[in-house]
C-alpha cells in the first residue's frame, strides 16, 4: 500500500486509488487497457459498502466517498505491554484505534449489514450498521 496500511487514509493512492504521493493521477498510465479505473472507484461506481481488510493487526474503522474500510485485528494478538504507537506507524491514527484482540461478527440482510467487534473479553466494543448502497454503474 506505498508505504503504509491506513485503510481510508491511503484508499486514494498506488493501485487502490491511482494517485500517486504527490497527488497526481497516474492509474491510467501505469495500468494501460485497465478501462474501470482504480480499486477504490469501482468500490464508489458500483456501491461497495464496506471493505474489510487484515494484515495491520489492529482495529480500525474509517470512510472515503461513502465506502467503509474496516481494518480487522488478530485474534490472537498479545497486546499486554505493546503501545498504540504501532497504529500510528502504519498509517492509522492513534486515537481511532484499538490494538486489541477480538473478532467481528457480520449480521446482513437484504437491506443492511451491522458489524461488531468483540473483544477476547467477550466486551462489544464497536458495533454500526451500513445500508445498501445504489451502485452508480451497473456491471456490465
Known amino acids: 500500500e506505498g508505504g503504509g496500511g491506513g485503510g481510508p487514509y491511503y484508499a486514494n493512492f498506488f493501485e487502490w486509488g491511482g494517485y500517486d504521493r504527490t497527488g497526481q493521477y497516474e492509474f491510467t498510465q501505469r495500468r494501460p487497457g485497465f478501462t474501470h479505473g482504480s480499486i477504490h472507484e469501482m468500490c464508489v461506481q458500483y456501491g461497495v459498502n464496506i471493505v474489510f481488510k487484515g494484515h495491520d493487526h489492529l482495529f480500525h474503522t474509517g470512510e472515503l466517498n461513502g ?3 474496516h481494518t480487522l485485528p488478530k485474534p490472537s494478538l498479545d497486546t499486554f505491554g505493546h503501545d498504540s504507537h504501532m497504529a500510528g506507524e502504519r498509517g ?12 467481528l461478527r457480520v449480521k446482513v440482510t437484504a437491506s443492511s449489514a451491522t458489524v461488531t467487534f468483540t473483544t477476547w473479553k467477550g466486551e462489544v466494543w464497536d458495533e454500526y450498521t451500513v445500508h445498501s448502497a445504489k451502485p452508480k454503474k451497473k456491471l456490465a
Open 67 to 69: 465506502v467503509t474500510y
Open 92 to 103: 492509522f491514527p492513534q486515537e481511532e484505534t484499538f490494538l486489541e484482540n477480538g473478532y
